[in-house]
């Protein structure tokens, strides 16, 4: 039998996506359960049957219930060494292509494509790309586009971008004004920020590297395997994934589509016959 | 307190999963209590210590060769199993989910800490109520209490360290604020109760 606030869980996700077509039905639910339930004192209710009623009658509870649901502060260059195999074993295979596509799948704040667009732009790769970075979060979505991040933050990034193997200063690709700190302009020209939910729309282009990080681990097993899926139709024969440093394809019905390019870094290539 | 040297059949059948929360001081009380856990430990061990990113994915390493039982990292999605010892990952929080399955997160950190023990415990003690045991350790935040009252009012078992007997007893101390502790044991009291936890074996079901 089910607990009442497990009831209440489902019946919530259920209306969120009736009323505003954003499908959490496949999430995983611990981290579901305990996203809601800070969302939940945050928005002064008692139970979620209390927050469902508001959420359905007003957009702009979603709005903010959608941070709590989908916002991930992520760092730049986080694990520098997922960075270090991107340069020196992807991008000498990146080079062989006339021109580039990558997805950043679930970018959210925007933070790995700053760090990606660093790192094509000093392989010398950047003008050749196109960047897809996408989320289903549209304030995340602007706010990655702005580029703009709080400058207590930026000596976290600039020690991860050293280690990642950084080729100059981190400060060559910002302006500090005031608490700010504002990336170059150009390190977005060759992006294209979009809306785009791995639930439930499908694939848009052919790529040759998707990144999507601490982004599956919040699914399910099956919705990882869907999302498994959109990746491995949208890449390219020989084409890159790179995933969080904790997630896996071990559990995955994809599993033999991919190998792994160096052991525990989770940089995986698309197998030629998959 | 007197010494629980031999668990009752009923918690030895009741206590399904383990959880321990610890920082500084953990890695030495943690030295005194897996040792302790039995070849047929009947319950799932699961582990968040604080420590510097750096260091601690080496806790498997650390504990290995100390423990019966087989010691790993958490996995995202990996089946939850009686007889084996996990620990968090560093930088990111450790739940248990339906299945029963560990799953992990990197949402915000929690009294300054992921993995976050109350993000264990609370999650944790969703999914086995009363058939959870929780264990507070030595430690310098107040990080665990919340998590500590969950497991409580699920039904399940809380210990937590004597305080004297703590590296660091900020930790156990706060815990004991937050009222939720049944048991104040040593750590030599935990060990015995952690090497009660037997699998029930027929006989008792029949006594049952």
């Known amino acids: 039998m089910l607990e009442t606030s497990d009831i209440e869980l489902q019946l919530l996700v259920d209306a969120i996506y009736y009323r505003y077509r954003f499908d959490f039905r496949a999430y995983a639910p611990a981290s579901l359960k305990r996203r809601l339930t800070?969302?939940?004192?945050?928005?002064?209710?008692?139970?979620?049957?209390?927050?469902?009623?508001?959420?359905?009658?007003?957009?702009?509870?979603?709005?903010?219930?959608?941070?709590?649901?989908?916002v991930q502060v992520s760092e730049m260059f986080r694990d520098p060494s997922y960075y270090r195999v991107l340069r020196e074993?992807?991008?000498?295979?990146?080079?062989?292509?006339?021109?580039?596509?990558?997805?950043?799948?679930?970018?959210?704040?925007?933070?790995?494509?700053?760090?990606?667009?660093?790192?094509l732009r000093e392989e010398g790769?950047?003008?050749?790309?196109?960047?897809?970075?996408?989320?289903?979060?549209a304030q995340a979505l602007q706010r990655a586009e702005a580029g703009i991040y709080d400058v207590a933050r930026i000596a976290g990034f600039s020690e991860n971008y050293v280690r990642a193997g950084g080729r100059s200063s981190l400060s060559d690709y910002y302006v500090a004004a005031f608490d700010r700190a504002v990336f170059d302009k150009s390190l977005r020209r060759q992006v294209v920020f979009a809306d785009h939910?791995?639930?439930?729309?499908?694939?848009?282009?052919?790529?040759?590297?998707?990144s999507c990080r601490n982004v599956l681990i919040y699914f399910n097993r099956e919705l990882q395997d869907h999302a498994l899926g959109l990746f491995r139709e949208a890449l390219v024969l020989r084409g890159f994934l790179g995933l969080g440093s904790k997630e896996s394809l071990r559990f995955s019905a994809h599993a033999q589509a991919f190998e792994e390019i160096v052991p525990h870094e989770r940089v995986f290539q698309k197998r030629g016959n998959a | 307190?007197?010494?629980?040297?031999?668990?009752?059949?009923?918690?030895?059948?009741?206590?399904?999963?383990?959880?321990?929360?610890?920082?500084?001081?953990?890695?030495?009380?943690?030295?005194?209590?897996?040792?302790?856990?039995?070849?047929?430990?009947?319950?799932a061990v699961l582990i968040v210590l604080h420590l510097r990113r750096e260091r601690s994915s080496l806790l498997t390493e650390i504990f290995s060769p100390l423990c019966v039982l087989?010691?790993?990292?958490?996995?995202?999605?990996?089946?939850?199993?009686?007889?084996?010892?996990?620990?968090?990952?560093?930088?990111?929080?450790?739940?248990?989910?339906?299945?029963?399955?560990?799953?992990?997160?990197?949402?915000?950190?929690?009294?300054?800490?992921?993995?976050?023990?109350?993000?264990?415990?609370?999650?944790?003690?969703?999914?086995?109520?009363?058939?959870?045991?929780?264990?507070?350790?030595?430690?310098?935040?107040?990080?665990?209490?919340?998590?500590?009252?969950?497991?409580r009012r699920a039904g399940g078992l809380t210990v937590v360290q004597q305080p004297d007997s703590a590296a660091v007893p900020y930790m156990v101390r706060a815990a004991l604020r937050g009222g939720a502790a049944e048991l104040v044991l040593t750590l030599p009291e935990i060990a015995a109760l952690l090497g009660s936890l037997h699998a029930p074996d027929p006989v008792d079901d029949n006594v049952a």
């Open chain 1, 38 to 70: 800070i969302a939940m004192i945050h928005l002064g209710c008692q139970t979620l049957s209390q927050v469902q009623d508001l959420v359905l009658r007003d957009p702009e509870t979603f709005t903010t219930l959608l941070d709590y649901l989908t």
């Open chain 1, 89 to 119: 074993r992807v991008a000498p295979l990146l080079r062989t292509y006339p021109s580039l596509r990558i997805w950043v799948a679930g970018c959210s704040t925007g933070e790995e494509v700053y760090s990606l667009a660093i790192l």
């Open chain 1, 125 to 137: 790769l950047l003008e050749r790309t196109l960047i897809y970075a996408t989320d289903i979060n």
């Open chain 1, 197 to 210: 939910s791995l639930a439930t729309d499908s694939v848009f282009a052919e790529v040759q590297l998707i």
């Open chain 2, 1 to 43: 307190m007197s010494t629980p040297a031999a668990a009752p059949p009923d918690l030895r059948r009741r206590i399904c999963a383990v959880v321990m929360g610890a920082s500084a001081g953990g890695i030495e009380a943690l030295e005194v209590l897996l040792p302790a856990l039995p070849a047929d430990t009947g319950a």
């Open chain 2, 70 to 151: 087989p010691v790993s990292e958490a996995q995202d999605k990996e089946p939850v199993r009686a007889g084996r010892v996990y620990f968090a990952p560093p930088d990111y929080h450790l739940l248990v989910d339906r299945g029963p399955q560990l799953a992990l997160s990197v949402d915000e950190p929690v009294h300054f800490s992921r993995p976050s023990i109350d993000v264990l415990f609370e999650s944790a003690a969703d999914i086995y109520g009363p058939a959870l045991l929780g264990i507070i350790l030595s430690g310098a935040n107040d990080d665990g209490s919340a998590g500590l009252a969950a497991v």
